[in-house]
């Protein structure tokens, strides 16, 4: 779906470094945007969210930013553990109607 | 104890046939989502069911019907299964429209 950008389709980074996956949207109608983490074989597992009232949110390791001016979402992990590699996708939901859109995903692998 | 569950996890079937595929969660939550996970990988949303009512039905083709029996279940049954239908579909449930989602398994649908 064109309003929302996931353009990297793979990431590779050191153990004990920073991931940083991005997403960009076109909508500026959504409100609430999240991460979702999915193994293989798996669902996908709710990671951290963010309302368009916010700019930041940390969770542990995990922290997202939210660029409101730019429509720039992003997820930092710090300190990357190859537990990590896993396909990350940014979510985007507009109000209690839906219009809930998955970014294309991006595969991180973490390399110990 | 599973949180989402569907069945069956995997499902091979023949053009043209009908088939179901179901889902059941027990964390108590009032919201339910069907999602296609294609070839590509893309996730997109098919439909929403809260407290038992049709809130979310994208532009899918009609022979996809979800059904709600009650609040903690929602199956889809698809008539007159076509090549294109072959996905993962993916069930999933939220407390209201947090989209904060518990994802299933996923069903693996190959359609000969």
């Known amino acids: 779906d064109q309003q929302v950008k996931q353009n990297s389709p793979s990431l590779s980074v050191q153990e004990g470094r920073i991931s940083i996956l991005n997403c960009d949207y076109t909508?500026?109608?959504?409100?609430?945007f999240l991460w979702y983490k999915k193994y293989p074989a798996e669902g996908p597992t709710f990671l951290i969210s963010?309302?368009?009232?916010?700019d930041k949110n940390e969770d542990g390791r995990f922290t997202v930013f939210l660029n409101k001016s730019a429509k720039h979402l992003s997820l930092h992990i710090v300190p990357s553990q190859p537990g990590d590699s896993a396909v990350y996708f940014c979510?985007?939901?507009?109000?209690?109607?839906?219009?809930?859109?998955f970014g294309k995903g991006t595969k991180l692998s973490v390399k110990p | 104890d599973t949180a989402v569950s569907q069945t069956p996890k995997y499902l091979v079937t023949q053009m043209g046939n009908d088939k179901s595929i179901k889902c059941e969660q027990n964390?108590?939550?009032?919201?339910m989502y069907w999602y296609k996970q294609d070839s590509k990988k893309f996730l997109k949303i098919m439909f929403s069911?809260?407290?038992?009512?049709?809130?979310i039905n994208e532009t899918v083709p009609n022979r996809f019907s979800p059904k709600s029996p009650d609040k903690a279940h929602l199956n889809l049954h698809i008539k007159s299964l076509e090549l294109g239908d072959s996905a993962v579909y993916f069930c999933?449930?939220?407390?209201?429209?947090?989209?904060?989602?518990?994802f299933g398994p996923g069903t693996r649908l190959t359609v000969t």
């Open positions: 999933a449930s939220s407390q209201g429209r947090n989209y904060e989602q518990y």
């Open positions: 909508n500026s109608m959504f409100d609430y």
């Open positions: 963010i309302s368009s009232i916010k």
């Open positions: 979510f985007f939901s507009r109000g209690s109607q839906g219009n809930l859109i």
């Open positions: 964390l108590g939550h009032d919201t």
């Open positions: 069911y809260n407290n038992k009512e049709l809130i």
